[in-house]
Structures are given as C-alpha cells and as structure tokens.
C-alpha cells in the first residue's frame, strides 16, 4: 500500500496537480514572454502591461487565499495595495541615490509587504470578529479611510532626515531636499524600478506561500473553518487565528503587489486604489474561481488583456468588455456545461 | 454567503454595464470622421504621425472626443491642402495614468512620431518621463498642470525641455482668474472656492489663484475640497452662502461643475459661478439643463462666436461635420496640428527621420517660432514650453458662449 511514489507522481497527483499546473504555467509564460521580448517581437501596448499584470496577479492570488480559501470577503485590498505602493515609493525615494535598483526594488518590496502584514494583523483583530455581510462592509471602509488618509500625508526628506506632516505641509525642504508624498497629489517623479522579471519572480513567491500554506496543517484548518465553523471549533482548532493568518497573507501579498504597481509609475495618486480597483480584483477572483489559484491567475490576465487587445473597437470596448463578463460568469456557473466537464475527466481517468 | 457573492457580483457587472453604456453615450459622435479622410488615405505611407491619448470614454470624455475632431479636422485640411501629410492617430486612456501608459504603448505601436501627449494633465504627468527618456517631441492641446512640463511641478524647476502647451499653463489661469475678478468687483467681492484637491489641474489652479487673490486684496470668505468622484457639493455650497459668499471660483472639470450648478440651483443658491477652461464642454454635457449655466463666466482663450475669418470658418466647418459648437478643446487641438505644420514646414521634417531627430528640429523650432491661431494671435513658447498668450473671459448666455468686452 505504502509504495514510495516517484518525484513526478508525487508532482500529478491529485493533491499536487493544481500547484504543478500553476509553476508550469507562470514560467513557460515567462520564457515565452521574455523570448519575444528579446527578440524585439512584442508590442509596445504589451510591453507597457507587463509590469502591472503581475501586480493584478499577486494581488489576486492573495485574494483568493482569503475569499476563496478562507470565506470571508474582503473588499479592501486595495487599500492594502495602496499602502504597499506608497511605503514603497517612500522607501525607493528615501534611499536612491545610495543603493542600487535591484536590492532597492528587493528591499522596498519587503518592506510593503512586511508593513501590510501589521496593517493586516491590527484591522484584523477587530474587523475577523466579525462575519460575511458584516466583514465585507468593514473592510470596505478601511479601504476608502487607508485611501484618505494617505490623500492627507506629505512625505519629503533632506540632509536633516525625513519630514511628514499629515493634512497640510508644515515643513520645509533644505536645498537638494525631495518631496515623496505630496498629499492628495500622491508621488510624482518616482524612479521606475519594477521589471517584469521581477514582477514574475513575486508570482512564484506568492504561489510558494499560498501553496505551502494550502497544503499544510493551517491550510486545512482555514479550510475547516470555512466550511463549518463549529465542527472546526469543536475539534480544537483556533477559529481566529486561523482566519487571521489567511488575512495577513493575503494583505501582505496585496502590499508587496503595490510597491510594484508603485514603482513602475512616475507619478501615482492614491484615488487609483479606489473601491473600484478592490471590486476589479474581486471579479477576477471570482470569475477565476473561488480557491482557485489556477483560475485566479487566468481570469487575471485575460480580463486586465481584454480592454486593452479590444482597443480597435474604440468606442464599443468597455461594452463588450462587460458583456464577456457576463458570458463568463454564465458558463463558469453552467451545471449541465460542468457535469459534461466532469464526464470527460472522469472517462480521462478510467482510461488509465 | 454565496447569495451575496452573485448579489455583489450582478451589481458590480451592472455598474460596468452602465458605465460603458454612458461613456458610448458620450462618444457617440467621434466615429463620424469628415468624408475627407478616405480620400488621403493612399497617401498616408509618406504622412507624418501624430498621436494623442485622451479621454474617448468616461467622465471626461467630452474633452477627448473634442480634441480628437479637431486634430481630425485639422489633419484632413493640410491634407486637403498639399505640402506635408499627416496621419492623426488617438487612443483612449479614460482620463487615468495607468491606462494612459498603455495607450501610449499602442501609438508607439501604430508608428507614432510625434504626440499630442494627452489631453488631460494626470495622465500627462504621468507620461511625460517616458516621451523625455524616448525623445519624442510633444505638444499637448490641453493638459494645463506645469507638472506635465517638468519634472518638479510644484516648484517648476528641472523642464523636460521635449514637452510643450497649447493651452495657459494651471499657473497662468489661476493668476488671471483672480486678477480678472479682482478688477470686476460687479461680480461679486466675497470668493468662494470648491476644488478638487486629488487632481493636478485643479489644485495647480487652486494655489496661484489664492496667492494672486492675497496680492490684490481678493477677500476668499471660504474654501471647500473634494476628491475623487464625489457627486454631493451641498456641504460645500451651503457653507460657502453661510459664509456670505457671492462669487464662486471653480477650478474644475465640467462634470463636477455641473452638479454643483444643480445642487446650488435646487438650494436657491445663486452667486456668480467662475470656471477656468475645465468648464469648457458644460453646454455640451448630456442631460445638462443648459439654462442652469446661464451667467457662469469662465476664462479660455477661444470663443466660437468670435468674429474674424478663422474662427468664423472654423466653427462653421467643425458644425458641418459633427453637428456641435466646437469648445477651446476642439480649438485647441485644431491649433496644435496647424502649429505643428508650421514647425514641420520650417524645419524640413520628413516622415523618414527618427522620433529623435524630429524632436530635436521641433524643440528649436517652437522656442523661436511665433504662432497664429484659433486659441490666440502671436503665441511663443518658452524654453520650458510654456506658452504666452491672452485669455478671454466669456459668460454663458442663451446657451453658447459669448466674449465679455471690457
């Protein structure tokens, strides 16, 4: 019975399959993209979307680790990306002149990511008290109050240090002094840094995270508890922390995806991490599939694509934009269209 | 919990629906290019490329479909004309910086060399870097912040030195606007102000117009921000007529305006109305009570109605085609090209040349060039590309615009 499997069973069997799928897609997906690149045979529309499609990405898998893996909806990460962006630009301005592009990108990152997860662990102590509809309304509340309070933040530095004043600027910069974070204004002149390699390699790190975590001892319990809150409870696990752990991942994802979407913009103002941004993701975890990495990460990049390869039909892009939304989530959600999907994989496995 | 996912889901895919369906609304008459442009388009191999980005779709989109049926026209004129051919190209970027990167990316693609930037100041702030580092020469209609024309817009210091203004820099109209108003004190003496604090333009103009207001003795009684996409003003309005004001200054586009025309309107409110060149397009905005705009004065430097030749046959043309009184958007854009041509004209431009020579020639071109058109007499650039020129001021009656002779 207990016969060792081999590296490639271990790799196409059922509990694994979805992880393989996912590294296998990213990375040919990468070397096809960074082939064309190369060889000077992308567009210039796509190479402008590079950067901010894996952002979406990262953002969207972190999502989906607390909307579909962990039930609770959330509907501000946004505001987690918003806060990710600007300590990131903060923290690339602050120090650009006196370390290199990659460690600064590298190091910015961590720092966004890090800084969410603690933004992520003290809301969450109050807003996972809650549940479903209740949940949803806070977290859109911390969005759109992340969203004003940055609007109301001015960042500079000079020789003496760093400066912040909240609602008006009361300081004044030396001379050879920048401003970071000039209020609702947002950032302006922020150094580009973020790369599409660099972009591809936070997928696979998020993939890594989300992945071993749905895999291990607390990715059951996440599940456990979204599925039946008092069975799990009952059986000794720790219903809160639990959810707390899938929310603070996934905030720290968001963060890292924001510093860089931040930082591969010169200018940058918060109004972009709007509710707007929170429900544009949300759509792609859902229409992806809830707990559905895989997915999540297709209907990511054909529905950030979509508007942008429908360019030629100017006028009429954003409707039929919205039009194969809904036909998307018709046929996603079509039984007869699923059980025939089933059949097949069921006839595929018989056959072996 | 899953009723409320396909609740939120069917809400959100409505909002997405209704959002589309008004920005197809607002663009409806772009797709009626002039008849002329089949005509040229043999020639289009040896033409010269402009592009251009603009609002097509959303809130703003008045101002894009403006500007690309001006440059439209424009472009089939000179081709009509002889001498240089150009091909205008525009993609729409929703008036956001994100999207704007993307369109300029598909006008690279489409062989774009030389760009009208875009037509909003967010997305020209935001793109601005890129046509330095790529050195492709640009002139853009109508996005008015100094921080499209350098690289530190607060302090206006360190210009890109490749991207030039059509229309009065944000600084140049809030400083005109309170001189304006502090010379006519029958417009009313005690100034409020509503503003958009998240948005280059209105804030660029919010600053100089309050430091200019301090130098004439302008009394500002109350000043009232929003951001974002707010659609209440009546805080603001009700605490602007508690503080006694009746004068309102508007540094804001005309779809915010428009709402507080409504707002103030329903209140009994009824101060003068003051609006910068984003008030532009009011008239034209759909399901706009246009009698609500009556008396609201506003500063642009082009009048349909104005009297000499080219505005005169401009304005005719530009009914003919698009069934609209064009607005400064339309002007300006119209004015750009012509600008363009004569720059191209005099500095040899061929369509074989690299983006980086052209930009180079240009650049000399227009810090030494002068310029007649629509949007003024005599314009010159400095060497920040920043124009100089009059501007007007005009009120709204019976629905146009008309000059205010003083």
Known sequence: MTKKKNLFQILVDDRHRARTISYTMVIAAYIIVEAMLRSGNLSNLFINLLVPVTCYMVAAIGLNLNVGVSGELNLGQAGFMAIGAFSGICLSGF?????????????????GALLTALMGFLIGIPVLKLQGDYLAIVTLAFG??????????????????????????????????????????????????????????????????????????????IMAARDNRIAAESVGISVSRT????????????????????????????????????????????????????????????????????????????????VILILIMLITNNQSLRAGLQSLRNRGKKDE | MKKFFSKLLAAGVCTVMAVSLAACGGSGSSDSKPAETAAVEEEESTAIVIGCSGPLTGDAATYGVAVQNGANMAVDELNEKGGIQFKFVMEDDVNDAEKAVSAYGSLKDQGMQISLLTVTSTPAAAIAPTYQEEKTFALTPSASSPSVTF??????????????QMCFSDPGQGQGSAAYIATHPELGTKVAIIYKNDDNYSTGIYDTFKAQAAQDNLEIVYEGAFSGTA??????????????????FLPIYYQPASLILNQANAMGYAPTFFGVDGMDGILTLEGFDTSLAEGVYLLTPFNADGQDDLTRTFTARYKMHYNETPNQFAADAYDCIFALAQACEAAGITNDMSNEEICQKLVEQFKTMEFTGLTGTGMVWDENGVVNKVPHAMVIKNGSYVGVDD
Do not use: C, W
Request: cysteine-free; glycine content about 8%; charged content about 10%.
């Open chain 1, 95 to 111: 120090f650009a002149d006196t370390i290199p592009a990659v460690p600064r990108l590298m190091l910015a990152i961590l720092f």
């Open chain 1, 144 to 221: 759109e109050i992340v969203k004003n309070l940055i609007m109301n933040l001015y960042v500079g530095f000079d020789r003496t240090g760093l400066k912040v004043s909240f609602v008006q600027q009361t300081f004044t910069l030396e001379e050879g002094g920048r401003i970071l974070l000039n209020g609702p204004m947002g950032s302006t002149s922020t150094q580009k840094i973020s790369t599409f390699t660099a972009g591809m390699i936070l997928v696979i790190i998020a993939l890594a995270i989300v992945y071993n975590l749905l895999y291990s001892r607390h990715g059951r319990a």
């Open chain 1, 243 to 322: 959810k707390m752990l899938a929310f603070v991942v996934s905030a720290s994802l968001a963060g890292a995806a924001g510093v860089l979407y931040g930082l591969n913009y010169s200018t940058l103002i918060v109004s972009k991490f709007d509710f707007n941004t929170s429900i544009l993701i949300l759509v792609y975890v859902v229409l992806g599939g809830l707990g559905n990495i895989n997915g999540t990460l297709i209907a990511t990049v054909i529905l950030f694509l979509l508007p942008e390869m429908l360019r030629s039909l100017q006028a009429y892009r954003m409707l039929i934009y919205a």
């Open chain 2, 151 to 164: 690289h530190d817009g607060v302090n206006q210091v360190d210009p890109f030195g490749n991207i030039f």
């Open chain 2, 231 to 248: 659609n209440d003003f009546t805080v603001q309005l009700q605490a602007a007529q508690d503080k006694g004001a009746d004068l309102v």
